[in-house]
């Protein structure tokens, strides 16, 4: 342990004990929370505890991953059970104050579940259909701490995993701990890396950098988000990390404009490491230096994509480069740089803290370590889940997503965002595997998984799907452009029951050109989710496309076709555009835990 | 060093350098690849993917024996080569790749006949009623045949019908700017022209507007190029692919042929090719991709102002002045009259002044006319008004010349810019200097109280007070000394003089400059080092800003400057005069100046003498002549006599030679040569119509003394002219002198020769016989039509070239010793004139931040209207009791006034108002102008005293 270090770990350790001996409540403010009213929730109640004059800490925490529960309230009282309180209203706040913070009294008909099970008739947290089963790594802070304090980061083991490289291990020994780990890249391609950490560290520039790609833009995955609003300390401390092992002289979290929560908390997460000496020049004590910033975009899906990171990082156009030259070689600036998924980077502390054995001792044999997926559309619990790999995917669906709410039949998932695929419903015992996964044609991608149930058109699917691609690509090389454009006026045509008797040739013509001819992935990738569907649905494409009957399809929103002269319809934020995607927000109705109206 | 290596493309072996990208080793070598977005002046881009093809990826190490190698589909232009690469260009996967492609691209592009079936049978001038709507139709487009996009169907055919559906974009032309149209409806998103406008010119005019199916090119927020800071260089019109960027003039004028010529506006040597249609009008000017000086590029003026030699009002026969006027004559009556006026005033009382759009031809028989037929030294160039900024250069180095290729210049490591605007005067100059100092391989330093487009760019701005150049040097010189950064090594080697020339820097002390130039010792040394640790460093300069004889010594210290940094005889190094004329080098090295002959030896050099009297077989006057400036002083004097004027369409209106329609008044006898009755040509006597430069074969000398040729590109058939080459000759053997017998221009280069050792291996010839040859256009291999017709490009050859078999030479000076020149104090001059006690610095920039203008349609085309600001130092405002954000008006000393809002900044010196107009005014101004010819018409930017009172 570093000298620097000890003291710091001292002090969190004392904020800790501080925190649990008197209440503590902390209030889930993610996205998902604050979109479910928990704004007012937490206004409500400070009022109320200064009302009835209750000294206790209000801590705003990110999701726990429990969306359905949002927002929920956890209040720590020292005697009492730890209870979370699930889709609490401002109403409810005054009585919470009352009985359990000041009363001590716990109230377990609106209590989801508590930290150890003692409360009666409430189950334990870790008993949760969808919490039972989870491993948690990249998640393990969600919901525990406030997301901007550095000490209640550091006394959960924060920092413990940078100063074990800084201290005891050469930069050559980070990187082989992390290919051991056999950790892969989180972003969709799921490349090794620890080998990809190796290019850069060979390369003998003295300005190196690293990249944190918090794009983020696909429908129904918000996982990367998350976690900077949960825990952004451990994406600072992996980038640390990270930099040290490549030898690298900055980082640079790329966050799309927009993303206010997490692009604020990673933000302040940062000058907190600069105050407290590690990040900046001679980090703990060790005479290493790395300086970190955040970098923001606008609006584009595109931005995600390596190079076209780059070039946004720059300033410019987020349009893709042509490779070779390699980010390895020459990256941001025309610096050899390394780009990594916020999960990817995440995971690293714990692996350098536990060690590679350990990390590597879950999952399965090829992929190893956990996942974290976004349950979304026809299911009971959507949500965020970490889950190791290796379990199929009935079980993530059906057992710790709840199944599909209305008792219908699940017809597909879709996976890996809009350029990803879908999953029909006779395949969803695969097992949760990047090689099985990508050979299944439903990469796992950026996390996202959409239940759709046997009333979803996939036809309209895949032209809502279609539409975002379309929209979302950068224009540059003639294939996508042209190509996703060609492709959403087909699927329109489709859904309007105007096909051409060529239509189905003529997808296939322009999609498979796409994939071969397109300059970054999103062309090549664009056709995924027509020619996934078509392979397992093709009987309903060909039935919608044929003259004699196509099944009517309720007029959509968003644009119709983007190209020029064609005409616009309306605004497209996301939500207007694809409203399925939108995460459901439904309070949770099961028998035993329905919540009684306001008192 | 680029590596020799072998790739193999379709089962042929092609030899080509591990430098290139596969499309551009293929197409060199004949093999087709078809491209939009590619252009092999560019980078590559990599989006149109027209250029797919498939490259063979050996098997992984560990696979079994006997693996097939994978082919996988690559953008030619964007994989490098290496030995040994296997390359498919033409196989089944590829050719329905591009098929997809472009069908996907003519979803969007109006296509009916490139698509159509009996595009075969269809001639050019044929406009299909049957098959295609107007808008859709090749025949209507501007581009009509000279269109990429033409030439990549054609290779690659489609079918007639396409199974997607076809969008016509819908969107107005945007037509209002000056000098080029904008029809999106055509375009194809190639970004070609926003990647040309960024990458080559630095000046990133356009961008990428909205995305997916809606993206397009244009101006931010969909501004007029005018705001957009456009210069109007035209370099995006010449790489786009399709009819979306036309020149508004001769917008639908089809060429029957193309022919190359070097540009006459300034003395870069742009080489041109000139479309010529078939009623012998020319209709287009499109820079040479491949010509050693611009590299494709040009500037407004090179690109738009060609276009006076069709003009109607040309000159149409001789003329005669009879009982006051001017009458048409025959040629025969014309001479006569002619030889008769002339032969009255021999001696100093003749004056010829020639044109810097002479050719090296017709400046050497000038100067032969005027001093064996008329007996005088005095013949000088129109546009000699600054001598100093030559002459220093052969006090130093014994010839003045520069020694800079432009080539060269983007790999000077710092550019250090003296009182030039050479983003306008010698545009494609700025053009390297821009591109290395925006990659961050250079260093630009700029001496200028005016602030100009360069200024932009600048790493360091030095902005002394006006006419103090010379002590800035001296003080950046001292500074070099004192900091001990001097080249030592190629001082003991190559330099002479260096204590001497140090101990004159003594006044030259960092207060007493500072005093003088208002900059202080921080900058100079700033300055010093940027200068001294860059090597190569070049050296350029025009010294507008130097007043009271001070260009001669600065120019000598600037020569020291590049001595102690040990820059010259080295490439990408050394000194760079920036003259205005085109052919003002070619005018020294004629001798077509008082106190040069032939060969730029000294007039009063008597070996010269005796060497070139014999070889013209007549005497040399060795009494000395007059310059220009002299001559018309003389004439106003009624010394000067009689006098004949190579006009070529010069004027003298900037005021610099004085009254010069009095000095023409005065004049006994008086010959015009001349393409317009010009201001000039109407006091003449006798006038003769010259032809223009695209009439005449001949050469120029450019100002990196490369000669390159000129060629008869067309022949304007409603006039009457001759060459002034010819004009000169018959007058000459008209008045009985021999020696003026020419059969073309290479019978005088060959007499140039004789009597100028470093000419001599130059031919008209010899020039076009070593161009460097490209290939024909045709359909097979459309690829020369992309990159510009040329099929062949003159190198030049750059003096000396002393043999038929000398390769000229690049890099002169590059042994022998020079003498550090010694540098005197001069105090700028005072302006405690009680009318005038300001001085006026007044810039030309693209645009300014912070200037709120606005676009007003005026006719047909924009301009930019805007509040005009006046910037004082804040002491003399104080003084002045004027206040920041008041109304004032500026008075100069010219006469001309300008009302604005007043601004104080520290960043103009004590004593200086300055004012900055934009440049887009002056685009439009130019188009708008009723006068046929651009060059002269940019008016000059020169400090003038000035002064202020309340609006």
Redesign the interface.
């Known amino acids: 342990m570093t000298d620097a270090y000890q003291p710091l770990r001292k002090r969190a350790d004392g904020v800790w004990a501080g925190l649990h001996a008197k209440p503590w409540i902390r209030v889930s403010t993610g996205l998902q929370g604050m979109a479910a009213g928990a704004g007012e929730v937490l206004e409500a109640l400070r009022a109320e505890l200064s009302r009835q004059r209750v000294d206790a800490t209000v801590s705003e925490v990110g999701t726990t991953g429990l969306c359905y529960a949002e927002p929920l309230v956890d209040v720590h009282v020292p005697g009492t059970a730890r209870t979370l309180y699930h889709n609490v209203t401002p109403e409810q706040v005054a009585r919470i104050v009352a009985e359990h913070v000041k009363a001590q009294r716990p109230i377990a008909e609106w209590a989801h579940a508590t930290a150890d099970g003692t409360l009666e008739g409430v189950p334990p947290r870790g008993e949760l259909p969808m919490m039972k089963g989870q491993v948690r790594v990249a998640l393990r802070n969600a919901g525990e701490i406030d997301p901007l304090s550095l000490e209640q980061y550091v006394a959960r083991g924060g920092f413990e995993g940078l100063d074990k490289a800084l201290s005891g291990m050469t930069r050559e020994q980070v990187v082989q701990e992390v290919r051991d780990s056999g950790l892969r890249g989180r972003g969709g391609a799921a490349f090794s890396t620890g080998t990809k950490w190796s290019f850069l560290a060979g390369n003998k520039s003295p300005i190196k950098y690293i990249l944190c790609n918090c794009e983020e833009g696909d429908p129904g995955a918000f996982n990367d988000k998350t976690i900077l609003e949960t825990d952004p300390f451990t994406l600072v401390e992996g980038c640390i990390i990270a930099g040290y092992a490549t030898g690298a002289s900055n980082g640079i979290v790329f966050i799309r404009h927009g993303h206010h929560e997490p692009i604020e908390r990673t933000t302040r997460a940062i000058e907190a490491c600069y105050e407290a000496g590690l990040l900046g020049k001679n980090i703990l004590g060790t005479g290493f230096s790395y300086d970190m910033e955040v970098s923001l975009v606008g609006e584009?899906y595109v931005a995600g994509e390596e190079t076209a990171l780059m070039e946004a990082v720059e300033g410019k156009?987020s349009?893709p480069r042509?490779?070779?030259p390699f980010p390895a070689a020459v990256g941001v600036w025309g610096k050899p740089s390394n780009i990594n998924n916020i999960k990817t980077i995440s995971y690293v502390p714990e692996i350098v803290r536990q060690g590679a054995k350990w990390f590597a001792g879950i999952g399965t044999e090829r992929s190893k370590g956990t996942v974290i997926a976004c349950l979304s559309g026809h299911i009971k619990y959507p949500g965020l889940l970490e889950v190791p790999c290796g379990i199929t995917m009935r079980h993530l669906v059906e057992v710790m997503g709840g199944g599909e709410p209305s008792g219908k039949r699940i017809k597909f998932l879709q996976t890996g965002g809009p350029l990803g695929g879908m999953l029909p419903a006779a395949q969803l015992d695969m097992v949760l595997d990047f090689d099985e996964m990508s050979r299944a044609g439903a990469m796992f991608g950026s996390g996202g998984l959409i239940v759709c149930n046997e009333d979803t058109s996939i036809v309209d699917l895949t032209r809502v799907l279609l539409a975002f691609d379309?929209?979302?690509?950068?224009?540059?090389?003639?294939?996508c452009?042209?190509?996703?454009?060609?492709l959403l006026?087909i699927l329109e045509r489709a859904c309007d029951g105007r096909s051409?008797p060529?239509d189905l040739?003529?997808m296939d013509?322009?999609g498979r050109?796409m994939r071969?001819?397109?300059?970054c992935g999103h062309g090549q990738l664009g056709y995924n989710p027509v020619s996934s569907a078509l392979k397992a649905f093709a009987d309903e494409f060909k039935a919608q496309m044929s003259d004699a009957g196509p099944i009517p399809i309720p007029p959509f929103v968003g644009p119709r076709?983007?190209?020029?002269?064609?005409q616009m319809t309306g605004d497209t934020p996301t939500a207007q555009v694809y409203p399925e995607f939108v995460i459901n927000l439904q309070p949770v109705t099961t028998a035993s835990q329905q919540p009684t109206a306001a008192g | 060093m680029p590596k020799e290596i072998k790739i193999k493309v379709n089962g042929q072996e092609i030899a080509t350098t591990d430098d290139k990208m596969v499309i551009q080793a293929a197409n060199d070598a004949g093999i087709y690849i078809p491209y939009l977005c590619y252009h092999p002046g560019m980078k590559p881009y990599g989006a149109c993917r027209m250029c797919m093809v498939q490259v063979e990826m050996p098997p992984p190490p560990n696979a079994p024996a006997g693996t097939a190698p994978a082919l996988v589909m690559q953008a030619s232009c964007t994989v490098p080569v290496r030995d040994g690469l296997v390359v498919h260009t033409t196989n089944e996967p590829v050719q329905q790749t591009r098929d997809v492609i472009m069908d996907l691209l003519l979803s969007e592009h109006p296509h009916g006949c490139l698509t159509c079936h009996r595009i075969d049978l269809c001639g050019p001038q044929d406009i299909c009623l049957r098959h295609v709507d107007v808008n859709d139709r090749c025949v209507t487009c501007p581009k009509n045949e000279r269109c990429e996009l033409k030439d990549t169907t054609r290779f690659h055919t489609q079918k007639q019908y396409s199974a997607l559906t076809y969008q016509y974009r819908n969107l107005q032309v945007e037509t209002k700017d000056p000098f080029f149209d904008r029809d999106y409806n055509l375009c194809i998103v190639c970004a070609r022209c926003v990647r040309a406008c960024d990458e080559l010119r630095g000046d990133v005019v356009y961008g990428m507007t909205e995305r997916a199916g809606q993206v397009l090119v244009g101006t931010a927020l969909g501004s007029s190029l005018l705001e957009s800071g456009c210069e109007f260089c035209g370099a995006c019109i010449d790489v786009c692919p399709v009819g979306a960027l036309v020149e508004k003039e001769n917008k639908w004028e089809r060429p029957s042929r193309v022919m190359q010529s070097v540009c006459d506006e300034c003395p870069v040597g742009c080489q041109i090719t000139y479309e010529v249609n078939q009623w012998e009008k020319v209709v287009r000017a499109i820079p040479e991709l491949n010509a050693p000086a611009n590299h494709g590029q040009a500037c407004y003026k090179g690109k738009f102002g060609y276009s006076y030699v069709n003009h109607k009002q040309r000159i149409k026969r001789p003329m005669v002045r009879r009982d006051g006027e001017l009458r048409q004559v025959s040629w025969e009556e014309a001479f006569a009259a002619a030889a008769e006026g002339l032969a009255k005033y021999k001696g100093n009382q003749f004056a010829l002044i020639a044109s810097p759009r002479n050719t090296n031809e017709e400046l050497y028989v000038a100067q032969k006319f005027a001093r064996v037929v008329m007996g005088t030294n005095s013949v000088d160039l129109a546009t000699n008004d600054r001598p100093g900024v030559y002459e220093a250069l052969a006090d130093v180095f014994g010839v003045s010349a520069g020694m800079v290729s432009i080539d060269d210049l983007n790999a000077a490591k710092a550019v250090l810019v003296v009182s030039a605007n050479l983003t306008e005067e010698q545009n494609v100059v700025g053009v390297p200097i821009k591109q290395a100092v925006r990659a961050g391989t250079q260093q630009l330093v700029v001496i200028d109280s005016r602030e100009v487009e360069l200024t932009r760019h600048a790493t360091l701005w030095l902005r002394p007070y006006p006419g103090t150049d010379l002590a800035v040097v001296g003080g950046i010189l001292r500074a070099i000394v004192d900091e001990g950064l001097v080249s030592k090594e190629f001082i003991d080697a190559r330099v002479d003089g260096y204590d001497d020339f140090v101990k004159s820097l003594a006044p030259f002390t960092p207060e007493a400059v500072e005093r003088e130039t208002g900059l202080g010792p921080d900058r100079l040394l700033a300055a010093a080092k940027l200068l001294a640790t860059n090597a190569p460093a070049v050296f350029a300069y025009a010294l507008d800003n130097s007043v009271g004889g001070t260009r001669r010594p600065t120019a000598r210290a600037l020569a020291n400057l590049a001595l102690i940094t040990g820059n010259v005889g080295k490439p990408g190094a050394g000194l760079m005069p920036l003259r205005r004329g085109a052919n003002d080098q070619g005018a020294l090295d004629m001798g077509a100046e008082p106190f040069l002959l032939p060969g730029q030896a000294p007039f009063n050099n008597v070996a010269a003498l005796k060497r070139i009297s014999r070889a013209w077989g007549a005497p040399v006057p060795d009494r000395e002549g007059l310059r220009v400036a002299g001559a018309f002083a003389a004439a106003r004097k009624g010394d000067v006599k009689a006098m004949l004027v190579i006009g070529d369409h010069l004027t003298f209106e900037d005021g610099t030679f004085g009254d010069t329609a009095a000095a023409f008044d005065k004049l006994e006898f008086m010959v015009a040569l001349d393409q317009f009755l010009s201001p000039t040509a109407q006091k003449a006597d006798v006038v003769f119509p010259a032809a223009a430069w695209l009439e005449k074969q001949g050469t120029y000398t450019n100002l990196e003394r490369r000669v390159q040729p000129l060629r008869r590109v067309f022949k304007n058939k409603a006039v009457d002219s001759r060459a002034d080459l010819d004009i000169l000759c018959a007058l000459a053997q008209r008045m009985g002198a021999d020696g003026f017998a020419y059969g073309d221009s290479d019978d005088v280069l060959a007499e140039l020769g004789m009597v100028a050792p470093a000419y001599a291996g130059i031919s008209h010839r010899r020039l076009l016989a070593e161009a460097v040859k490209t290939k024909k256009p045709s359909n097979d291999n459309p690829l020369p039509t992309q990159v510009l017709y040329s099929d062949a490009v003159p190198m030049g050859l750059q003096w000396p070239c002393s043999a038929a078999d000398h390769p000229g030479t690049p890099v002169p000076f590059g042994e022998g010793k020079f003498t550090l020149a010694v540098l005197s104090w001069r105090e700028r001059p005072k302006h405690d004139d009680a009318q005038f006690p300001l001085m006026l610095t007044h810039g030309r920039v693209l645009l300014q931040s912070g200037h709120p203008m606005e676009v007003v349609p005026q006719g047909k085309l924009n301009s930019i209207k805007r509040e005009e600001y006046v910037t004082l130092h804040p002491a003399d405002a104080a003084r002045m009791k004027f206040a920041e954000g008041q109304r004032a008006r500026m008075v100069a000393a010219t006469g001309k006034s300008v009302t604005g809002t007043l601004r104080l900044s520290e960043q103009v010196p004590p004593g200086v108002v300055s004012l900055t107009t934009l440049f887009g005014e002056l685009a439009v101004e130019l188009e708008a102008s009723t006068h046929p010819d651009p060059m002269n018409h940019v008016p000059r930017l020169e400090a003038v005293p000035a002064r202020m009172e309340p609006a």
């Open positions: 584009s156009r349009m042509f490779r070779p379309q929209m979302e690509s950068c224009g540059k090389c003639f294939p452009r042209l190509g996703t454009s060609h006026e051409r060529t040739d003529l013509r322009v050109n071969a001819g397109s300059l076709s983007t190209r020029r002269g064609a």
